[in-house]
């Protein structure tokens, strides 16, 4: 496809399971943000990768998060013993690394709902 | 410190009249990017403007303009001849060397007639 892709689109799971959110960026971009959204809210940064440097993980709000990206391309992001403050949209951009004005494509978010 | 704010909660404006967007932003870097973003109710992000620091023209892209005041540290939006599909989340947002992009907390704008 020619823009970034999340799925699930949706996910409700119960409280202490774990989930799995991928991203598949636009093919050739080298950076991958993943990026939180409680409602209403703005967007929390989670983690950043970008080629193959060590991730930014610094946005990673506990150590139930974890994220990978395979192959320098998509990515899952992991959210272990899920709590009901997890609840949010999860945000996956890419973006070329050719300087610094290229902007970030975002795909439409994975919803989660924790119950 | 945070590293763009954004002061403005929500915003009115009528239709067909400009409004501006407030941003400002801390960094000690020379070179950064700062953008702005959409989002409609729909959910999706959508790329609006760029502004780089060591450009000397403020950045326009069509109804859009950036007011870049460097010495300031501000970054504001202005849209021109507002139209109600304008009415959404607007987020901004700067990228230092080799580093994340990071958001404020948005702006909400509401047109009306």
């Known amino acids: 496809g020619a823009g970034v892709s999340q799925s699930p689109s949706n996910k409700v799971t119960e409280k202490g399971k774990d989930v799995e959110l991928r991203c598949d960026p636009i093919s050739g971009h080298t950076a991958l943000y993943w990026y939180r959204q409680s409602l209403g809210q703005g967007l929390e940064f989670l983690i950043y990768?970008?080629?193959?440097?060590?991730?930014?993980k610094s946005g990673l709000p506990s150590d139930r998060f974890s994220a990978e990206r395979t192959g320098g391309s998509v990515s899952t992001l992991t959210i272990q013993r899920t709590q009901q403050e997890d609840s949010a949209v999860y945000l996956c951009?890419?973006?070329?690394?050719?300087?610094?004005?290229?902007?970030?494509?975002f795909g439409q978010g994975t919803r989660l709902t924790v119950v | 410190a945070q590293k763009i704010t954004q002061t403005q909660p929500g915003m009115f404006v009528q239709e067909k009249e400009a409004v501006t967007l407030d941003c400002t932003y801390d960094?000690?870097?020379?070179?950064?990017?700062l953008f702005w973003y959409k989002q409609p109710s729909s959910g999706e992000m959508i790329f609006l403007i760029y502004q780089g620091s060591y450009d000397e023209q403020n950045a326009t892209e069509g109804r859009y303009s950036l007011n870049f005041q460097k010495a300031r540290k501000s970054a504001n939006l202005v849209i021109s001849a507002s139209q109600l599909g304008d009415s959404a989340m607007y987020f901004c947002?700067?990228?230092?060397?080799?580093?994340?992009?990071?958001f404020g907390t948005g702006t909400r704008l509401q047109v009306t007639l």
């Open positions: 951009a890419s973006r070329q690394w050719t300087g610094m004005n290229t902007e970030a494509f």
């Open positions: 990768f970008q080629g193959n440097s060590a991730p930014d």
């Open positions: 960094t000690s870097d020379q070179s950064y990017g």
């Open positions: 947002a700067m990228r230092e060397t080799a580093s994340k992009l990071t």
